[in-house]
Each structure stands twice: as structure tokens, then as C-alpha cells.
């Protein structure tokens, strides 16, 4: 994937694009007697019964024919040299993209590490409010843990990587079931549990347009 990203692409073309014009310059000379109109003279060669042999000549005693065998010999070299510059050209864009980094590309680095950072911090606070339901004994404790887990889901407005809304709900549902054999996780409880996961819910819906409170 050498052309995946933008800077390094850009720089591999500039050096192509420099390599080929530098070779179309070399070339003009050849390419302007094979294309352009030749400086036709006329040469007697000798004569015979049937007539007069004539040759085309390009200036001073030159055979047409030789600057166009040059330039299809230059064509031929530059075809034979494209691939080398091709596979050689990513690899200095590549160099050249990594000792000169772009600004766009350092305030890229620096956002994403202030936002695992912050992800890193959310998932331990979060992670610690989860401990604290899954270690209960009592209601009122439950009760405590799960409003923890709305607020902070509110306070960031969002939650942490690696916790989708069906996976905490299975996670707790386990401790439902383990509260309800001792005829515990009453009213109060369920509400408490319904309103976290109505706010998981809103913040990780794709269609939100108002902050959750």
C-alpha cells in the first residue's frame, strides 16, 4: 500500500513527474527532428536509364533517418528506466514523508493521543463503578454504582471504547440474576439500572443532536 497515504503519494508523483520531464528535455532534440519538419535537400546519387535516385537528407550531409533511429533509442532507454523510478520513487517519498513531518499530520498524532488518553482514564473510572455493582450486597449499593455509571456517562458524553450497550447489559443482567435469588434488586433498583442504560443508549446513537442529561 504505497499510494494509501496522502503526503507520501503526492511526493513519490512530484519525483516521477520531475525524473520525466528531466528525460523529455534531454530527448527534445531527437524528438524535434522526428516530429518536426525535416530540412529536405535533394542529392544525386547517380542515374541510370531509368532516371535520377534522390535521398532525403537532414542538414549538412545527414540521413533523415538517423536522428529518428536516436530518438527511438531514447524512448526505448526512458520505457526501460520507468519501472526502476516507480519502484524507486515511494520509497524516497517515504523517507522524505517520515524526516519532515506535515503539521496536519503532527496535530493528527497529538489528537489522537490526547483521545486515548482520555478513553484510558474514562475505561478505569468506569471499569471501578462496574467493580463496585458486581461486588454488592445490597440494593442501596447497586443503586449507588449504576447512578455513578449515568453520571459519568453524562458528565464525558460518551462511553468508553470496548463497552457496547449489549455487552453491559449482559455483564449486569448477570448480576440481576444473582441479586434476585436473594430476593434482592427490588423497584428501585431496576429504574436505577434502566435509566444507565437509557443514557448509553442516547450517546451512542448515531442520530443524536442534544447533549444526554
Known amino acids: 500500500q504505497?499510494?494509501?497515504?496522502?503526503?507520501?503519494?503526492?511526493?513519490?508523483?512530484?519525483?516521477?513527474?520531475?525524473?520525466?520531464?528531466?528525460?523529455?528535455?534531454?530527448?527534445?532534440?531527437?524528438?524535434?527532428?522526428?516530429?518536426?519538419p525535416p530540412r529536405l535537400a535533394q542529392r544525386t546519387c547517380g542515374a541510370s536509364a531509368r532516371g535520377a535516385v534522390s535521398m532525403e537528407v537532414d542538414g549538412p550531409g545527414e540521413p533523415l533517418m538517423a536522428p529518428r533511429r536516436r530518438f527511438l533509442s531514447g524512448a526505448a532507454a526512458l520505457l526501460a528506466a520507468s519501472p526502476a523510478a516507480l519502484r524507486?520513487?515511494?520509497?524516497?517519498?517515504?523517507?522524505?514523508?517520515?524526516?519532515?513531518?506535515?503539521?496536519?499530520?503532527?496535530?493528527?498524532?497529538?489528537?489522537?493521543?490526547e483521545f486515548k488518553k482520555k478513553q484510558i482514564a474514562l475505561k478505569k473510572k468506569f471499569q471501578s463503578y462496574l467493580d463496585d455493582l458486581n461486588g454488592a450486597t445490597t440494593d442501596e449499593e447497586c443503586i449507588a454504582a449504576l447512578k455513578a455509571m449515568k453520571s459519568l456517562i453524562v458528565?464525558?458524553?460518551?462511553?468508553?471504547?470496548?463497552?457496547?450497550?449489549?455487552?453491559?447489559?449482559?455483564?449486569?443482567?448477570?448480576?440481576?440474576?444473582?441479586?434476585?435469588?436473594k430476593e434482592l434488586w427490588g423497584t428501585p433498583v431496576e429504574i436505577a439500572f434502566k435509566e444507565m442504560v437509557s443514557a448509553v443508549s442516547l450517546v451512542q446513537s448515531p442520530n443524536r443532536l442534544l447533549p444526554v442529561q
Open 88 to 113: 524507486l520513487a515511494p520509497a524516497s517519498a517515504y523517507d522524505e514523508y517520515l524526516q519532515e513531518p506535515t503539521q496536519e499530520f503532527e496535530e493528527s498524532e497529538k489528537r489522537a493521543a
Open 155 to 181: 458528565a464525558e458524553q460518551d462511553v468508553p471504547a470496548g463497552y457496547p450497550k449489549e455487552s453491559l447489559v449482559k455483564i449486569i443482567r448477570v448480576k440481576k440474576s444473582m441479586m434476585a435469588q
Open 2 to 36: 504505497e499510494f494509501e497515504e496522502n503526503p507520501r503519494s503526492a511526493a513519490m508523483l512530484g519525483r516521477i513527474a520531475a525524473v520525466l520531464v528531466a528525460l523529455a528535455l534531454a530527448l527534445a532534440p531527437e524528438a524535434s527532428a522526428f516530429l518536426g
